[in-house]
């Protein structure tokens, strides 16, 4: 496994994290705990040592799960997780953005995770009237000074309309972005990466196998019908559209002898603002294909350096 320092914070990330989505039971699967324990000790084993989750993951539900598979690990683990919202049911929110809300949102976040303190606690994809709220990073200042979280971060919403979150970031204490970045989606480097790099902030890139397109698993003519799984939501057309893209960039981007996901990783990783990616997984066998990524040397010709080391 490969570290980077993750910006301005003093924590050191493996270059490939796990995200918990899933454990949420949003994506065509339910987890039991002995299933998670599994996958994350697997992950650890492999040098795996940031796992990212979320509050409306299910009603607290990922990170329940989270904390008990890493319990008996706790301190090997860099932990991440969200607030500003409220799991009602499947593929539904109700956002809570106050001061008072997200205290409370804290201390139940705390619990699921059976923990002291969360390492990276992230506003969760809030426009930015609710971002721009001096009475919510006070209180999470205080969290910080209490001991409860460690660092601060900002898990921006997809469109990147604006950068005004990225801008602010350091204003309010936030040392760490999280995007939406992967092959099929480049709109952070035109505006977000570049202040990312320009403010010293760490980048975690989510969805970077875009939901599985591009784990080379789905060809033209594949269909999404689970219920459950939050890829049904989408157009067919729009998908179907997606998945011949997909096809096209497997012909004439990925190098022959090497699996699509696992260039697709080494793809983010490439760019020089991004520090960590954090792929959901289903089973112990993708979690060892995301960290074979962490040595494979790819060259992007717009970015044109190794996946390894960098502070």
């Known amino acids: 496994m490969k570290y980077r320092r993750l910006g301005r914070t003093n924590l050191t990330v493996s270059v490939i994290g796990i995200g918990t989505w899933q454990f949420g039971g949003e994506w065509g699967k339910s987890f039991e705990i002995s299933e998670a324990t599994r996958?994350?000790?697997r992950a650890r084993e492999l040098g795996v040592n940031l796992v990212d989750t979320a509050e409306c993951y299910g009603d607290h539900l990922s990170e329940h799960l989270v904390g008990e598979a890493i319990r008996s690990h706790r301190d090997e683990w860099i932990v991440a997780t969200?607030?500003?919202h409220r799991f009602i049911?499947?593929?539904?929110?109700?956002?809570?953005w106050s001061a008072l809300e997200v205290r409370q949102q804290l201390e139940e976040?705390?619990?699921?995770l059976n923990v002291d303190t969360i390492d990276l606690y992230q506003f969760h994809s809030g426009a930015d009237e609710v971002f721009d709220n001096d009475e919510l990073w006070t209180m999470l200042d205080r969290q910080v000074v209490a001991?409860?979280?460690r660092h601060l971060g900002i898990s921006i919403t997809s469109g990147y309309e604006t950068p005004h979150?990225?801008?602010?970031?350091?204003?309010v204490g936030a040392g760490v972005i999280q995007a939406v970045y992967n092959r099929l989606d480049r709109r952070p480097e035109a505006d977000v990466?570049?202040?990312c790099r320009a403010h010293n902030l760490g980048v975690l890139a989510r969805v970077p196998l875009a939901s599985g397109f591009l784990t080379g698993k789905y060809r033209p003519g594949s269909v999404f019908t689970a219920r459950d799984d939050v890829r049904s939501l989408k157009d067919a057309e729009s998908t179907q559209a997606r998945l011949r893209q997909v096809e096209e960039i497997r012909q004439l981007e990925v190098p022959e002898g090497i699996e699509m996901a696992q260039w697709a990783l080494a793809w983010c990783l490439q760019h020089p603002a991004v520090?960590?990616?954090?792929?959901g997984c289903k089973s112990v066998a993708q979690i060892e294909s995301n960290s074979r990524t962490a040595d494979l040397e790819l060259v992007r010709e717009d970015h044109p350096q190794a996946v390894g080391d960098r502070t």
């Open 39 to 41: 996958l994350l000790e």
């Open 82 to 84: 969200k607030f500003g």
């Open 89 to 96: 049911g499947n593929f539904e929110r109700e956002q809570r």
């Open 109 to 112: 976040s705390l619990k699921a």
């Open 147 to 149: 001991g409860k979280v």
């Open 165 to 171: 979150q990225v801008e602010r970031a350091t204003t």
């Open 193 to 195: 990466f570049p202040l």
């Open 275 to 279: 520090t960590c990616v954090i792929p």
